[in-house]
């Protein structure tokens, strides 16, 4: 059973462009959370998402950041125009669904995301 | 919202000896409370985590201990070794699949 996938590992961005950064949930988890974090810091919640629908965004900065899950296909996590404040280790994790009680949240590999 | 307070930032023990370390939060509405260990440069990995119904539990060198009350938990290592340095954070959540909130993390150095 292959852990959540995440690619790519390391991407480097100019100032103004786009950066996608995708996210595989492990077999059988329908929960996808993505993560922001910056150096020597916690892990700082962005978004959750089933699929085809946000749950939680409240993480997420209104502007230039959208998130998606698809039926079919990996999670999205857009920045559009990005900036020099946008350098972070973006994490996405992934739980089964747990109807009465939290299931646990397992990380992916992280894609670092560094502007220049 | 939950706030989750973590202590210490970092830790020096010696190889054989305990480690300790401490977190607090907020809402009292969470139940589930997980640790992760994170290597530079790695992915967290859970190594344990507690739910509200249970006291303490325990996995070979690793425990955790919660006390909600005082709405603190812990996580305690025994005969450390090197392979436990590593930076552990502490999260908690509230039912059901909702975000994890973190603690800030504290960085162990396991001295051989």
């Known amino acids: 059973n292959a852990g959540v996938m995440q690619n790519p590992r390391h991407l480097v961005r100019r100032r103004g462009q786009e950066a996608r950064l995708r996210c595989s949930p492990m077999?059988?988890?329908?929960?996808v959370y993505w993560y922001r974090q910056l150096p020597e810091e916690g892990l700082k919640f962005m978004v959750y998402?089933?699929?085809?629908?946000?749950?939680?965004e409240s993480g997420m900065p209104k502007e230039r950041f959208s998130a998606e899950f698809p039926k079919e296909g990996p999670s999205i996590l857009r920045i559009q125009q990005v900036v020099r404040g946008d350098s972070a280790a973006y994490f996405c994790a992934s739980s089964p669904t747990g109807q009465y009680s939290n299931q646990p949240q397992h990380f992916g590999d992280g894609t670092r995301l560094s502007i220049l | 919202g939950e706030n989750v307070e973590q202590h210490p930032s970092t830790l020096s023990v010696q190889e054989g000896d305990s480690a300790v370390i401490k977190c607090t939060y907020s809402?009292?509405?969470?139940?589930?409370f997980p640790w992760y260990k994170q290597e530079l440069g790695k992915r967290p990995q859970l190594i344990i985590d507690i739910r509200s119904n249970v006291g303490e539990k325990k996995d070979q060198r690793i425990a955790v201990t919660l006390n909600k009350t005082a709405k603190h938990f812990s996580l305690h290592i025994t005969e450390t070794q090197p392979e436990d340095s590593a930076v552990y954070f502490c999260a908690a959540s509230s039912p059901p699949n909702t975000p994890l909130v973190f603690g800030k993390g504290t960085r162990l150095s396991v001295i051989a």
């Open positions: 998402l089933q699929k085809e629908n946000i749950i939680d």
């Open positions: 077999k059988g988890h329908s929960h």
């Open positions: 809402d009292s509405a969470s139940n589930y």
